[in-house]
């Protein structure tokens, strides 16, 4: 804005000395001219009323380099040039001057001379004898004068040129100034009233522009905040494979904590497959794969981004693949588990339709179909129960359980299938521990470990229940002193099916599913279960809900 305003300045200083120079020439030139013709008008008059001969006598004093005067025949021959040689001049009845005096008695003309860069002014008048005098003064013409002044002119133009030079300096800065100490963090104000709406304008914008950058900075470190707070793996890629942006979770699930902004994606996935995806993703095509790693499966999603760059989202499915998992191995061993008794049943059945078997011997085999029949049915129930469980339902109807009158009723229930065994089953503890469950699955859980107890007893064993309560929770310890479980297969007990003596598992009843329902009923309650055990000891299992 300096310049401009300064640059404006020296312009019109530039222009106003050329024309103010021009003007004055022009008005000193036409005042010069003025009083030079008026001049020579008046001392031509001053002889209108004489004869030749008096005025041959005065114009032979006149100065040549003053006034020039001639005195014309009424023929038009120079009788007398006080300048020249009259002999030798020339008819000068056709001269415009002359020729205007032999007529009407007066007249003027001017001539101007380039080459010289004169100007003459010429008047002429009839004497009274018919002779014609004619008074001439020869003057510089404008461009003469133009000439002549030119050095002063242009030293004055030069003076004035630098004193406008330092003006213009001097006013820019007293006009710049203002807008220069404009604060433009704090509040506006017009340097001049002229500049007031615009002011207001810019005012209003610029709050305008505040509210709208502080939405935008709120909307997107909400948007990072989810970002970075996301399960997912979330990373940015650009056009020429660099890292525009990845959160905590990727870097987490890619094991690159080193992993930032600006770097190239070779940097963090070596993996091709998923540089290929990420490629196909740049150039426009969705995909994904999944990949597993040590102790962890990830799904990868590559999906373009409008502007040529592209998001891969990583999902730890971990989870979900062990439960796929878990799910398969289940319906396997479901089909296994049921397989078996419905084999013994239909051969048992065939044996007996077919006439195979003796009549003293019908009520044995009827006896082991119904056997297998309970069995199978008891293995649907658990399956049905742990199905259940597996879905999170139970804690619909929770209430107020007494757990050592549940342990009581499972012992009192199981009494006659212990004296079978020889085993005593004893409950102590506090008699009021209750807690917030579900009844029927507390019962389920207490019969499971007392049962377990009881079967993998040794004969004239013991199972001891202990029920405590402390702080709002109930723990249930139930201890046994029986074939106890091998160290390996501890880890592995409340999975289901899984039998840590095989051999001896086929001679005890049982669906293989007691643990893992007690499992997922302590889940259920968001309790914990823990396991001590040592083989030919015994095993203690303690819930706490």
């Known amino acids: 804005m300096n310049r401009r305003i300064f640059g404006g300045m020296l312009l019109i200083t530039l222009i106003t000395i050329v024309l103010v120079s021009a003007a004055l020439g022009a008005v000193f030139y036409g005042r010069f001219s003025d009083l030079a013709q008026s001049s020579i008008h008046t001392q031509t008059e001053v002889y209108r009323k004489s004869d030749s001969v008096s005025v041959m006598r005065e114009i032979r004093e006149l100065r040549p380099d003053d006034i020039r005067a001639t005195l014309i025949a009424s023929d038009g021959s120079v009788v007398y040039d006080n300048n020249a040689d009259a002999a030798n001049m020339e008819n000068h009845l056709s001269r415009e001057e002359v020729a205007s005096a032999a007529e009407i008695g007066f007249g003027e003309s001017r001539r101007i001379s380039a080459t010289l860069g004169k100007e003459t002014f010429y008047y002429a008048v009839r004497l009274t004898d018919g002779y014609i005098l004619r008074l001439s003064k020869t003057t510089q013409s404008i461009w003469g004068m133009f000439g002549k002044a030119f050095p002063a002119v242009i030293c004055a133009a030069i003076a004035v040129f630098i004193i ?27 340097p001049y009233n002229e500049f007031a709406p615009f002011i207001v304008t810019i005012e209003k914008q610029r709050n305008q522009l505040s509210e709208q950058l502080d939405a935008l900075q709120r909307h997107s470190a909400t948007i990072d905040a989810i970002i970075d707070n996301m399960n997912e793996g979330l990373v940015l890629v650009g056009g020429k494979g660099e890292v525009i942006s990845i959160n905590k979770s990727a870097t987490s699930l890619l094991g690159a904590e080193h992993a930032a902004p600006g770097g190239n994606l070779l940097e963090i996935i070596r993996d091709m497959e998923i540089l290929n995806g990420t490629r196909k993703a740049l150039d426009g095509c969705r995909g994904e794969t999944v990949k597993e790693y040590p102790g962890k499966t990830c799904r990868f999603i590559f999906s373009p981004v409008p502007g040529g760059e592209a998001i891969i989202l990583i999902l730890d499915i971990t ?10 191995e289940f319906s396997a061993n479901v089909s296994h588990e049921l397989k078996t008794p419905l084999t013994s ?25 119904k056997d297998e029949a309970a069995r199978l049915i008891s293995l649907i129930e658990d399956i049905m129960l742990i199905s259940k469980l597996d879905e999170g339902k139970g804690s619909e109807s929770f209430e107020d359980v007494n757990v050592f009158a549940a342990a009581e009723s499972v012992a009192a229930a199981l009494a006659l299938k212990a004296a079978e065994n020889n085993i005593s089953v004893q409950v102590a503890g506090d008699s009021g521990a209750s807690v917030k469950a579900d009844y029927t699955l507390i019962y389920e859980m207490l019969y499971n470990l ?3 107890a ?6 004239g064993g013991s199972v001891s ?17 029986g074939i106890g479980i091998p160290r390996e297969a501890q880890d592995r007990v409340f999975e289901r099916f899984y039998r ?14 007691g643990l893992a329902i007690v499992k997922h009923i302590v889940m259920i309650h968001g309790g914990t279960v823990e396991l001590q055990s040592r083989e030919g000891l015994g095993t203690t299992i303690t819930v706490t809900i």
């Open 465 to 481: 229940v202990g029920v405590s309560a402390s702080d709002g929770r109930v723990t249930v310890t139930v201890s046994d002193t």
């Open 500 to 513: 840590a003596d095989k051999s001896r598992s086929k001679k005890i009843d049982g669906t293989g599913l």
């Open 345 to 369: 049943i239909s051969g048992y059945a065939e044996m007996l339709c077919n006439g195979m078997i003796k009549d003293a011997d019908r009520d044995v085999f009827a006896g082991k179909i």
């Open 319 to 328: 989870d979900k693949a062990a439960g796929e998992a878990l799910r398969r």
């Open 164 to 190: 406008g030079y330092m003006l213009s300096g001097i006013v820019t800065r007293r006009i710049a100034a203002p807008f220069n100490d404009i604060d433009t963090d704090g509040k506006l104000t017009a």
């Open 450 to 452: 007392i049962d377990n």
């Open 454 to 459: 009881v079967k993998y007893n040794n004969s």
